[in-house]
């Protein structure tokens, strides 16, 4: 019975034995399977390259995967620049390096380095963990272009040949880039089609690029097949719905082709946006007509297919402006005939009310207080868009105005008749004529005064002005530029007709302004913005000894949401302060701002779009004085300040803060940032500014 009993329990003993040491192998698997598991991935501590003399490290570094472990500045940069430094930056992946490679091999043969070599190495600092990447890189001889043969083109007119081989984007000698031949045959396909040639056709088979092994260069072939000539045939015009005073003859006039002219897509769309532009219409396409057979023939029958906009229209008007430099709001009532007595000229009646100091309005203070800015208008215009060319149109207004500024009302009767020119796609020049009567009334609380501010004027004002737009976006240009220069003359008209009984003043006025747009990112992601502007006006003549004084609302001002934004409008000058209501006869500005899109692909809260906002950040500097001779450096005021955007149809609603970095007028000793406490006052004294679009 007792050795019976042993048995089973030495057998459950090993058993037990044999499974606590199982459990125990277990254990420790697990164990290093945790170690192995917690172990930290290999970090990228550096990147070097040697043997590039044509790129820079800074281009080679962005043409690679891997990238180093950013610190914590560089980090904080990134959310200025839109530098991801996602999780995975930073890490090292071995299978990145080939690709690496492959990457700086190709970058170098887009760039005409045709037998050059990259070779990785990299060094282990097993004790932290990191890795030190090096690309050893041979440049080797660079090719260049021998020659340039362009075939197919014998079929095509002397001066369409001329015009498509006289500006290429390849020419003999230049290093041979690959990239550039798509861009030269699209180039050369594109003119092509604008000049009658629509079906014009690359032949890879006949085209390449051929190198010759004695001086590694190339001789580069393209072959077109230009087709058949193209040319506009008979035009149809539809009206959709129909209107009988729509005339065909008011929608021709705006083509910018005729039948028998040579085929051109530039010609198609410049017409359709002039008849968008024309105002009578929602919408205008110009198509291939259809419905007619012309697979057989080289003319192509044309249908314009337009949809006439409601001719009379009247609206209540929710008015947003910045005139004056300052966010204005106001209610108006228009009227519109868009085809006043036919011919699409444009009839307008506008009764409009805005002010600039809504919550003083709001709080109960009268019209005529000091601390109100604000105006009533009454406006008829007539426009002509089409006089005697379609490149020529004109306009006749008539306004009755009250501007009542702080301490200062101006009573305005105007007339102006005007005309514009367009000179070339990007080219406007304007010729106006204005009639103006203007009676001021300053306050009584004004201490100091100039009696000949207070006389009434009547006065005869041409203005020239010419401007070049090469934006690429009304309301918010990422690109381009917009120049403009304006010439004022008053007091040559009077003088001619000997009107001497009335009080008029001789002066002249120049005004220049410019506006730049770079896309620093490639990507509609960081933008820099500039802006200068001046102006200058002086009495001649006769005006320099009588006592007559240039307009106030002829004069130059500054400060203001779309001037120096560190001050309210017309706070700004380097006149004495009680002369600031009355202007100053020269004005020099220029403003920097730098447009970044932080919250891109956060995609939608609500009815907001993260993609719309922007963050600004500026430095605004200029002044206005009372005269060129009173300018000194000193005087020059300097602003920053910060700002939000958010993208809309009609426009980017605006909120700027400004700041006053450097104030000529503050006390001697304290007129700089830096001189001043910067919480209570120069972040107490800043200033907020409201407005629709962007600054400048």
């Not at 170690?35 to 070097?48: L, S, V």
């Not at 070779?119 to 097993?126: K, P």
């Not at 180039?187 to 085209?207: F, K, Q």
């Not at 700004?572 to 202007?583: I, V, W």
């Amino acid at each position: 019975m007792v050795f019976t009993m042993m048995v089973p329990l030495a057998v459950r003993a090993a058993h037990l034995a044999r499974l606590l040491c199982l459990c125990w192998v277990l254990s420790l698997h697990v164990c290093y399977a945790q170690t192995e598991e917690a172990e930290p991935p290999w970090e990228i501590k550096r990147i070097t390259f040697k043997g590039n003399q044509f790129f820079d490290d800074g281009a080679l570094h962005q043409a690679i995967q891997s990238r180093e472990r950013p610190g914590f500045l560089t980090k904080l940069l990134g959310k200025f620049t839109g530098e991801d430094f996602g999780p995975e930056t930073g890490i090292f992946h071995p299978e990145n390096i080939t690709v690496d490679e492959q990457r700086l091999t190709e970058g170098y043969l887009e760039r005409g380095f045709y037998h050059s070599t990259i070779r990785s190495l990299f060094v282990e600092d097993t004790s932290h963990h990191q890795v030190t990447i090096l690309f050893e890189i041979v440049e080797n001889k660079r090719s260049f272009v021998d020659s340039v043969l362009y075939r197919g083109l014998d079929t095509l007119s002397s001066d369409l040949k001329a015009k498509l081989l006289e500006e290429p984007l390849i020419r003999t000698g230049m290093p041979y880039e690959r990239a550039k031949a798509p861009d030269e045959i699209k180039r050369v396909l594109t003119m092509m089609a604008d000049n009658g040639y629509r079906d014009a056709r690359y032949n890879y088979d006949s085209s390449g690029a051929y190198e010759y092994l004695s001086t590694n260069n190339y001789m580069l072939v393209f072959t077109f097949l230009p087709g058949p000539l193209y040319r506009f045939g008979s035009q149809d015009v539809r009206v959709d719905p129909p209107r009988s005073d729509i005339t065909n003859e008011i929608v021709l006039r705006e083509l910018d082709f005729k039948p028998g002219d040579i085929f051109s897509r530039e010609k198609k769309i410049s017409s359709e946006r002039n008849l968008n532009r024309l105002g009578t219409f929602e919408a205008a396409r110009i198509e291939p007509d259809s419905s007619r057979d012309s697979l057989h023939t080289t003319t192509i029958p044309i249908e314009v297919l337009v949809r006439p906009r409601a001719r009379n229209e009247l609206a209540p008007e929710l008015i947003i402006s910045n005139q004056g430099d300052e966010l204005n709001l106001g209610l108006g009532m228009g009227y519109t005939d868009r085809n006043f007595f036919g011919d699409a000229r444009a009839f307008n009646a506008n009764i409009r009310a805005r002010t600039q100091s809504l919550p003083q309005v709001l709080g109960g203070k009268s019209f005529d207080s000091p601390e109100v800015v604000a105006a009533l208008d009454l406006q008829l215009q007539i426009v002509q868009p089409y006089l005697f060319t379609r490149t020529l149109s004109g306009s006749i207004l008539s306004n009755l105005s009250l501007d009542k500024q702080k301490a200062i009302v101006l009573y305005i009767v105007r007339n102006k008749a005007g005309l514009t020119k367009q000179f070339a796609t990007y080219t406007l020049g304007s010729v106006d004529w204005t009639l103006e009567r203007i009676q001021p009334v300053i306050d009584s609380s004004v201490q100091v005064t100039l009696r000949e501010d207070e006389r009434p004027q009547f006065n005869s004002i041409l203005t020239f002005t010419l401007q070049r737009d090469k934006t690429n976006d009304p309301f918010s240009p990422t690109e381009g530029f917009f120049h403009s220069i304006s010439i004022e003359e008053s007091g040559v008209l009077p003088n001619l007709l000997h009107a001497a009984p009335l009080s008029y003043t001789e002066y002249y006025k120049l005004t220049l302004f410019g506006r730049w747009y770079y896309d620093l990112s490639s990507s509609r992601f960081n933008i820099l913005a500039l802006k200068l502007r001046t102006g200058y006006q002086d009495k001649y003549g006769a005006s320099r000894e009588r006592p007559v004084t240039i307009p106030l609302n002829r004069r130059f001002y500054s400060g203001g949401s779309g001037s120096l934004r560190g001050w309210r409008a017309r706070e700004l000058g380097a006149m004495p302060d009680p002369f600031l209501l009355f202007g100053g006869n020269f004005t020099l500005e220029s403003s920097l701002e730098m447009r970044v899109n932080h919250f891109r692909g956060l995609g939608k809260w609500a009815f907001i779009r993260f993609d719309n906002i922007w963050g600004v950040y500026f430095l605004d500097m200029g002044n206005t004085w009372s005269n060129i001779t009173d300018v000194r450096m000193k005087d020059i005021a300097i602003g920053a300040g910060i700002g939000f955007r958010y993208e809309t149809f009609f426009g980017p609603f605006r909120i700027d803060y400004g700041i006053r970095v450097y104030d000529p007028k503050a006390e001697p000793g304290r007129q700089t940032i830096f001189k001043k406490q910067f919480l209570s006052e120069t972040l107490g004294s800043g200033v907020f500014h409201f407005g629709i679009g962007h600054a400048f």
